[in-house]
């Protein structure tokens, strides 16, 4: 199966990179080996860190995606000027993938429905939540569009400079603090202004409740108001502000808010710092359930936007778009390797010496329905 990828930069490359170790297990997976043949970026002669396509590098996207011998185009060049192109590409029968938010927040629909009508498919996963099976899980495992509400924290840049602040940093310090960690990008914008979340926040919605609403939409506070002062008052008090979204679907229609909230420091929300994101669900048949994992990083991505390759390929030769079907090894030997066990006391009792006193300190790692969000509304911290 042969594939031109959009955009060969943090994600592309990754994902170039994981292509070619995972290249031995394809024919088990799918049935056939994928062959990147043109990739397109702003800079062909620029030296990348992964395998080269076969057929080279290329500023003609055009020329590239609509190459009659490729199955598949993935697009993870970013921004929204991408859409009529790859409209042109499903046209064809052909399947895309994309990390887009940007592009499915606004034309994914669209998108979507011009696939549809040529029998194909748009795969998404990596748009939202990074490695996080978010949307995957919302389109098989909880079809039905049975859900009451959806939140979320969905930009690790945001963590991480709320975890500065927490420590007594300014905004813009600790905005540095993220660009200097290679987390934030070179204008952080759209992180700090929720426009990042808001984008995320309108797929979620897509997904979960089967709606497509404008972005724009979505009422949306970012983090630039937010004063270290507030977030140090908080954290003395048990509580860490996070950058959370939210969404509500009810009989009568659909609410959404991105913005600064307080989340108990022992809430699984709460608890995420740096590139993590989680994403909580709830409906009235489905109950409560959270993902968790890395939202943001090349590897992370990329291993969602592979996810979806592999899927889009196994659709294509007539076999289930769910992956059972990972190759089964026997006789795997068995490694001494001290399990990782979530301990949420300072220090965990030691083995086999584990006292009722011991428990002390554990904290529920579930969802606490019963313990409200706490939401910021801007206002100065009273007391
Ligand atoms: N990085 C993350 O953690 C992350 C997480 C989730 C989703 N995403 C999404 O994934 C996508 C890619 O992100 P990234 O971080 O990999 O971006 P990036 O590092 O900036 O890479 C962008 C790539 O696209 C190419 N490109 C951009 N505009 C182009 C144009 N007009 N014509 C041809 N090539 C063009 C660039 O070419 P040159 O290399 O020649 O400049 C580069 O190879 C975005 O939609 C982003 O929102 C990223």
């Not at 170039?16 to 394809?26: K, N």
């Not at 089967?210 to 009422?219: E, F, N, Q, T």
């Amino acid at each position: 199966m042969e594939l031109t990828v959009i955009g060969v930069g943090e994600v592309g490359a990754a994902l170039l990179r994981q292509l070619d170790r995972m290249q031995g297990h394809l024919p088990d997976l799918i049935g056939e080996s994928l062959v990147v043949r043109h990739g397109v970026v702003r800079h062909p002669d620029r030296e990348r860190d992964c395998p080269a396509p076969t057929h080279g590098y290329t500023t003609n996207a055009e020329a590239a995606a609509l190459d009659p011998a490729v199955d598949l185009v993935v697009e993870v060049a970013g921004g929204r000027g991408w859409a009529p192109l790859l409209e042109r590409v499903v046209g064809r029968g052909v399947p895309v993938v994309t990390a887009n938010k940007e592009l499915v927040a606004w034309d994914g629909p669209q998108l979507r429905r011009a696939a549809r009508a040529a029998g194909t498919d748009v795969w998404m996963e990596a748009s939202v939540g990074g490695a996080i099976p978010v949307l995957r899980t919302l389109e098989l495992s909880w079809p039905g569009y049975a859900f009451g509400y959806v939140a979320g924290v969905l930009n690790g840049t945001v963590n991480f400079v709320l975890d500065q602040m927490a420590a007594g940093q300014s905004l813009a310090h600790a905005v540095a603090a993220a660009q200097a960690a290679g987390l934030a990008e070179a204008d952080p914008e759209a992180d700090v202004s929720g426009r990042d979340t808001q984008r995320k926040l309108a797929v979620l919605m897509q997904l979960a409740f089967g709606v497509a609403v404008r972005p724009d939409d979505i009422p949306t506070r970012g983090i630039g108001a937010v004063h270290p002062d507030q977030v140090q008052a908080w954290a003395r008090r048990g509580y860490r502000v996070k950058l959370l979204a939210q969404a509500w679907r009810g009989a009568d229609g659909v609410a959404a808010v991105v913005g600064p909230a307080v989340v108990p420091a022992a809430h699984p929300l709460g608890q995420l710092s740096g590139a993590e994101n989680a994403v909580l669900l709830s409906g009235p048949d489905t109950g409560e359930a959270l993902l968790m994992g890395m939202g943001a990083g090349g590897g992370p991505t990329a291993s969602a936007v592979l996810a979806d390759i592999v899927a889009a390929a196994r659709v294509r030769r007539g076999r289930s778009g769910l992956s059972w079907c990972r190759p089964i090894q026997d006789n795997v030997p068995w490694v001494d390797r001290p399990l990782g066990v979530v301990w949420a006391a300072e220090s965990p009792p030691r083995r086999g010496r584990v006292s009722p006193r011991a428990m002390d300190g554990w904290r529920r790692i579930t969802p606490q329905a019963a313990e409200p969000l706490w939401w910021w509304d801007g206002g100065a911290l009273s007391g």
